[in-house]
């Protein structure tokens, strides 16, 4: 990682001492808690394996945005953006959608599923209208195990491919793998 990504880990700057502090061994070390979108982008565009890319602009043009990060010690370990479902027959169903989750490779073991149920449960007392939670496995470098084991549901697999079309244009695609969708049910 270079210099500019691990001073984006920083949680505070200007109160950062010397060498960081210790590196947690186990994620219930690790504080979850409500960050601004323009550090969730930062942090995924130096963490995330296929989705390194996230348009803040397309991002804002939701009802229903939070984004999370887990720290320890002044650093960032993982970071998570929420929004309304992207799919369209999706939206106005009480669903909330994972658009990015990343992790730091130097995270503790079991980072993914702590951090997945923790913001559940603040999403729970924020969007109370919430029914379930959606997120979609890129086949082709995960396996869904942090869903299963946070105790989300495959309901569907993509074919995967181009998602434009005549009618709809989109820019280049960044992963056109099959793609599960997972649910938890609130």
Known sequence: MNAGGESIRVVHPLFQTEGGGSTPTSPLQLSVGEISLEKAIQLNAIWHSRLPEASASNMQRV????????????????????????????????????????????????????????????????????????????????????????????????DGGEWSRPSRSRSRVQASSPKVRWEYVL
């Open 63 to 158: 009802a229903r945005l939070m984004c999370f990060g887990a720290e320890h010690d002044g650093l960032f370990y993982a970071s998570a953006i929420w929004t309304d479902p992207v799919a369209r027959l999706l939206n106005g169903r009480g669903m909330l959608e994972l658009r990015r989750f990343a992790i730091a490779p130097d995270a503790p073991r079991n980072t993914a599923s702590r951090v997945l149920r923790v913001m559940r449960q603040m999403i729970e007392r924020r969007f109370s209208d919430t029914t379930t939670l959606i997120s979609y496995q890129d086949t082709e470098v995960h396996t869904g195990c942090i869903y299963r084991a946070a105790g989300w549901v495959a309901v569907n697999t993509s």
